[in-house]
């Protein structure tokens, strides 16, 4: 999904007119981009290495400005568990969860966090390894497929209020931008891997909030990307309950930027097009 991401972010760059060019870690070392004279990285490397503080290290090493957030805010998004104990400590709300292992209590977990729930990787993104577990029977081999991407497994409380995502911009000094949440309906049991980048069934709504409810939500997403020293751009993630009220799901600190991709409809839905957003990333790095 990096590349797909990729190939809309370069051709909206060099539509504005930017001297830009495709780098890609895979094919060429990363120290090549000193060597080939490039000063500043649009950083769209979705997942574990490109989204975790492993690249955003070794550009600060070089000394090549990059989009995004920063080696501390990278790694602690990536990190679930981590990012849920800082909003839990500063009283943000967040669905609750259970940390897993081969000797959790199944029925326990499920007497406590009700049925449906979610098992998923501590670390990963896309919804990759992730199970909506219907039945207590069913928790094994949910545990089984997320441990398979890292060592922490999560449990969460299913919330089925809705979900959204809301696009963000900026940092602490100079302040930041929120921008109309979306609200993603999946024709597929969640919102999947096929479903986010493949499938053209899925309904998106933005603006999805009314004035009062951004209100009050808006200033929680602040708070939250400001609670893991975030900057740049970033999407955040939140659920909804029955009764309206939100918890704060994740952040992606290098989110989609395909066709498919949440983080365009917000910004679209200020009047932002696509291009322009993506040169307002850029212009971060300056």
């Given at each position: 999904m990096s590349l797909m991401s990729g190939a809309g972010v370069l051709a909206a760059l060099q539509a504005k007119g930017v001297d830009a060019h495709a780098f890609d870690p895979a094919e060429k070392p990363l120290a090549a981009l000193k060597e080939e004279g490039f000063d500043r990285a649009f950083l769209i490397l979705h997942g574990p290495v490109g989204e975790d503080g492993t690249i955003q290290g070794a550009l600060e090493f070089m000394g090549i400005p990059y989009t995004g957030c920063g080696v501390m805010g990278s790694a602690i998004c990536?990190?679930?568990?981590?990012?849920?104990?800082?909003?839990?400590?500063?009283?943000?709300?967040?669905?609750?969860?259970?940390?897993?292992?081969?000797?959790?209590?199944?029925?326990a977990v499920v007497a406590k966090l009700g049925l449906p729930l979610f098992v998923k990787p501590n670390i990963e993104g896309s919804s990759i390894g992730v199970t909506k577990v219907k039945s207590v029977a069913d928790m094994p081999a949910a545990f089984t497929e997320a441990r398979r991407y890292g060592r922490v497994v999560l449990a969460e409380r299913y919330l089925s209020g809705g979900e959204y995502a809301v696009s963000i911009m900026g940092d602490e000094e100079r302040g930041y931008t929120v921008f109309p949440a979306v609200k993603v309906e999946p024709a597929t049991e969640f919102y999947d891997y096929q479903a986010k980048y493949f499938r053209d069934d899925t309904v998106y709504r933005c603006p999805s909030l009314s004035d009062e409810q951004a209100a009050l939500i808006n200033p929680m997403i602040e708070k939250a990307f400001w609670a893991v020293g975030g900057k740049s751009w970033a999407r955040v993630d939140f659920m909804m309950d029955e009764a309206g009220n939100a918890y704060l799901h994740e952040i992606n600190t290098a989110p989609g930027m395909t066709s498919h991709s949440l983080f365009p409809m917000g910004t679209k839905a200020l009047g932002l097009s696509y291009e322009d957003a993506v040169l307002r990333i850029l212009e971060g790095t300056l």
């Open positions: 990536m990190d679930k568990l981590r990012t849920k104990l800082i909003w839990r400590g500063l009283g943000l709300p967040i669905p609750e969860f259970e940390v897993l292992d081969e000797h959790s209590d199944w029925d």
